[in-house]
């Protein structure tokens, strides 16, 4: 069995930065493309930002394109989303995922593909 575990959430102000991580176990890491998703109440799960196997292939959402950025470390079964000038519209519970089929260097920007979910990480940005 798969599992992922989020971290690193919390509450910080505009303009403040969070690192997110992720660990999985129970299944071959560098085998999977991961992402990284955020969801508010009343709304449908967003694609945030994906990177490939190997850490080549990063691909992100625009809204967060240029201030946040994922990478991962496959000798500590690990993927991070570094998060820098937060705003208040970053607020949401964040998700990691593994996609255990994909093997490009242009993972998934949506969630379906997806296998493997954590069960999420509030972040909220306070202004």
């Known amino acids: 069995q798969v599992l992922l575990v989020e971290s690193g959430g919390g509450l910080v102000q505009v303009g403040d930065s969070l690192r997110l991580s992720c660990t999985v176990s129970?299944?071959?890491?560098?085998?999977?493309?991961m992402g990284w998703f955020r969801q508010d109440p009343g709304k449908e799960r967003e694609f945030v930002a994906a990177i490939s196997r190997g850490g080549i292939g990063l691909v992100y959402a625009d809204s967060v394109k240029g201030r946040f950025t994922i990478s991962r470390d496959n000798a500590q079964n690990k993927v991070y989303l570094q998060m820098n000038s937060l705003k208040p519209e970053d607020t949401a519970v964040y998700y990691c995922a593994a996609d255990q089929n994909y093997f490009g260097n242009y993972p998934p920007a949506r969630p379906g593909p997806y296998d493997h979910w954590g069960q999420g990480t509030q972040v909220t940005v306070s202004s």
């Open positions: 129970g299944g071959t890491f560098s085998r999977y493309a």
